[in-house]
């Protein structure tokens, strides 16, 4: 039967390992669609970023109370599933607590330890739950969230419970068989544990035979639902427990207000102004294409922002143009990227060659107006838990309806037209600069 037991847990562990890597593989060529972008300068920086921003959580402590909360869902969730390592070995080998001999009263310390956060866990998702569901904040109740994006967002918390509470239940019924010298649980006595102890009394009128059943139930339920719940992180917005670590190493350095300028545009401007600059074999005609009309026009980065966002709308509370009733939302921005890049990525793997479906990230998922409503401060930014950049999207998107179709409203043509001309966005000769200060 052990032998058996085995076989299952074995291929278990291997289908959910290939299915969890296949998808990986998938997300990974999806993101390297996006054209080149160098991110590799100052790595001190950037592993501090890691530190403080993924694993730190940094930016949530603007809102102490919540951040903790979060912080203690995140790391707890990341730092009980250790222990799945033993489970996993448990399970390969045919053994039960395989740490506890060799560990001794450390073991003890680690799962009672473990058992602290899974409480905590569930304590905050109940807490988290009740947020999303009955408090009626203003970025959980938004459209942005209608559909599968708020019920995922209940269905990651629930599993969370169940996952928690089944560890819980795991080493109640456990310690409980060995306080009766049952079988093979009285090889090891680890004594009870702080939280599991206390949930004895829901198992006292159980036998030793229905006792074991309930905790090898409990076991295998626990770990089949953690290879589920890691298969089921690609297809969810909480793929940003794996993706906040990359995302904050190769987060932009830059100052928050700096943008990119288009070298192309540099030089023509720097050679209209001073044409003996023009060198002697330059090309008489270039073409460029500038701007993003669809993801593969984004750049990798820009991608990888749009699979790691949490879709917790904390850049679209801080958007003053969606604040003031405009179309724009940061948050949707992102998820409108992901959307389109996962359409194009499964047409891709379908076709094997990419051909042009007639579809664009511009128009076809995101507007002009959305884009015309962004006022590029930084706020969305700013307020990023794990540094993604919806302003940057936005800004390649609008170059593209500017330099490419020419499309903008008469308001800033008249702008341009003057900057192209006075060198200042207002009408008036550069020859009369000194006297706009007058008076």
Not at 19 to 37: H, P, Q, T, V
Not at 260 to 265: A, G, K, R, V
Not at 299 to 311: G, H, I, Q, R
Request: hydrophobic residues 45%.
């Amino acid at each position: 039967m052990h032998i058996i037991s085995q076989i299952v847990f074995i291929l278990i562990l291997a289908a959910g390992i290939y299915l969890f890597s296949a998808k990986a593989g998938y997300i990974r060529k999806n993101i390297l669609m996006g054209r080149d972008e160098a991110l590799n300068n100052q790595p001190k920086r950037r592993w501090r970023n890691v530190l403080l921003l993924a694993f730190g959580q940094k930016k949530m402590f603007k809102n102490p109370l919540v951040a903790v909360m979060h912080f203690i869902i995140y790391t707890g969730f990341i730092i009980i599933n250790i222990e799945v390592l033993e489970i996993i070995l448990d399970g390969i080998l045919g053994t039960h607590r395989l740490f506890a001999a060799p560990l001794g009263p450390l073991y003890t310390w680690l799962i009672n330890f473990f058992e602290c956060l899974a409480a905590g866990v569930i304590i905050v998702c109940v807490i988290f739950l009740v947020r999303r569901n009955v408090l009626h904040i203003r970025r959980f109740m938004s459209n942005d969230l209608n559909g599968w994006p708020r019920s995922d967002a209940n269905y990651i918390l629930i599993t969370e419970i169940m996952l928690m509470s089944l560890f819980l239940s795991m080493n109640a019924t456990d310690t409980l068989l060995q306080s009766r010298s049952y079988g093979h649980y009285a090889e090891h006595i680890t004594g009870n544990f702080l939280f599991s102890g206390n949930l004895h009394f829901l198992f006292h009128s159980l036998s030793s035979e229905q006792l074991a059943y309930t905790e090898r139930s409990a076991w295998w339920l626990h770990i089949v639902g953690i290879i589920a719940f890691l298969n089921y992180l690609p297809y969810s917005k909480h793929l940003h427990i794996l993706l906040a670590f990359p995302n904050a190493y190769y987060a932009d350095l830059e100052p928050k207000g700096k943008m990119h300028n288009m070298p192309e545009i540099q030089k023509e401007v720097l050679y209209s102004m001073q044409p003996e600059l023009i060198p002697a074999n330059a090309p008489t005609e270039t073409t460029h294409k500038f701007g993003a009309k669809d993801v593969m026009d984004l750049s990798w980065k820009n991608l990888l922002d749009a699979y790691a966002c949490t879709e917790c709308g904390r850049c679209a509370d801080a958007c003053p143009a969606n604040i003031t009733g405009k179309l724009l939302s940061p948050r949707m921005i992102m998820m409108k990227t992901r959307d389109r890049l996962e359409e194009v990525g499964q047409k891709r793997k379908a076709m094997q060659n990419w051909q042009d479906d007639g579809k664009s990230l511009l128009h076809d998922y995101i507007t002009a107006e959305e884009l015309r409503a962004c006022t590029t401060c930084n706020a969305c930014v700013e307020e990023c838990p794990v540094s993604i950049s919806p302003l940057d999207i936005i800004l390649q998107m609008r170059r593209y309806l500017i330099m490419e179709e020419s499309n903008a409203p008469q308001e800033w043509n008249s702008t341009f037209s003057n900057i192209e001309n006075n060198f200042a966005p207002w009408k008036f000769s550069p020859e009369e600069r000194d006297q706009w200060a007058n008076g």
